[in-house]
């Protein structure tokens, strides 16, 4: 079932909003800086996708690096998020 435009927008907005608001609770209860949050979330995620097989999932395994790189800078990552979006968006346009 294709999801509306709108869906996927209302559900970008509203998980930048919890994942920002998890990522300030940890860090206080961590009395982390966000570039060491930031780099431990980064780690994690390598960690998560290089050990995904790339047979089973191509995709992830492609661009792995490129959803980690960007994710070690928040404001990098949302605006990755949003042209991730915008693209979808854009490919799935009615002639």
């Known amino acids: 079932m294709r999801q509306p435009p709108a869906g996927v927008l209302d559900q970008y907005v509203t998980s930048s909003a919890l994942e920002l608001a998890a990522r300030r609770r940890d860090q206080r209860a961590a009395a982390a800086t966000e570039e060491a949050m930031s ?8 960690a998560v996708y290089g050990n995904l097989s790339a047979d089973d999932y191509p995709t992830i395994h492609a661009l792995g690096s490129a959803m980690t790189t960007a994710g070690r800078d928040s404001q990098a990552y949302a605006g990755w998020k949003l042209s991730v979006i915008i693209d979808g968006l854009l490919s799935h346009r009615q002639p």
């Open 39 to 46: 780099r431990a979330e980064g780690s994690r995620l390598d």
